[in-house]
């Protein structure tokens, strides 16, 4: 029989190794719930940066083409002086359409400097500079329509008038860069929210061995009990 142990008392049976898995499992149980709610943390974080960064393209494209009308809005006095001939009215319309043109460019600028930053690595962050340019060009091209139209000279008009609609060629041009640096911007941005959520899938194979183990286990701590 077993040897006698302290105070006279028989020990018991060895534990077997194999109950180990009692205690094993409840705590594969809460690692694979612990990264089931991780899991389901991150991919909400993603999408819901991914609808607010939508929310932005929607709106930056919105108000470039905002700009890119008032930029159309400029030229138009100076074009409409040679049907109408009031200077004054075409002057007035000029200097409101700048200042809608003024408002129009810094908003956009704030948005611009507050929702895109310029990384080392990547496409940079879209300029209003050049637009500016050809917009103050344009401007002074259409003053000097007027100023040409009032003193009764139109060939001058005309050939100031030419010298708008070349300036503005440019700064339509420029305005169309501008979308297609947002294009670039924006597909770089949803290649790296992939880049991010492909990066989850190792905890997704983590999970499901972990479960693996868990069902495993269950099944041979039952076969043991069984027998």
Request: aromatic residues 6%; glycine residues 6%; proline residues 4%.
């Amino acid at each position: 029989g077993s040897p006698p142990g302290r105070n006279g008392e028989r020990s018991g049976p060895a534990r077997p190794k194999w109950s180990a898995i009692y205690y094993l499992l409840p705590g594969l149980y809460v690692v694979t719930i612990l990264l089931c709610l991780y899991l389901n943390d991150r991919l909400m974080a993603l999408q819901t940066e991914a609808v607010s960064q939508n929310r932005t393209w929607i709106e930056l494209v919105l108000e470039v083409n905002q700009l890119d009308r008032l930029c159309a809005e400029v030229v138009a006095p100076g074009d409409e002086v040679f049907a109408t001939g009031d200077t004054e009215l075409a002057a007035a319309r000029l200097r409101a359409v700048w200042l809608s043109y003024e408002a129009q460019r810094a908003k956009l600028a704030r948005n611009l400097q507050r929702h895109l930053t310029d990384a080392e690595a990547g496409p940079p962050r879209p300029s209003l500079e050049p637009v500016q340019t050809w917009m103050e060009e344009t401007r002074r091209a259409a003053e000097q329509v007027l100023a040409a139209f009032r003193q009764g000279d139109t060939r001058q008009a005309g050939e100031h008038m030419a010298a708008m609609d070349r300036a503005f060629l440019q700064a339509d041009k420029a305005v169309d860069g501008i979308r297609d640096q947002l294009n670039v911007l924006r597909h770089d941005l949803a290649r790296q929210q992939m880049d991010r959520a492909s990066s989850l899938q190792q905890w997704q194979y983590a999970v499901g061995a972990l479960i693996v183990l868990i069902v495993g286990g269950a099944l041979l701590y039952g076969n043991r009990l069984a027998h």
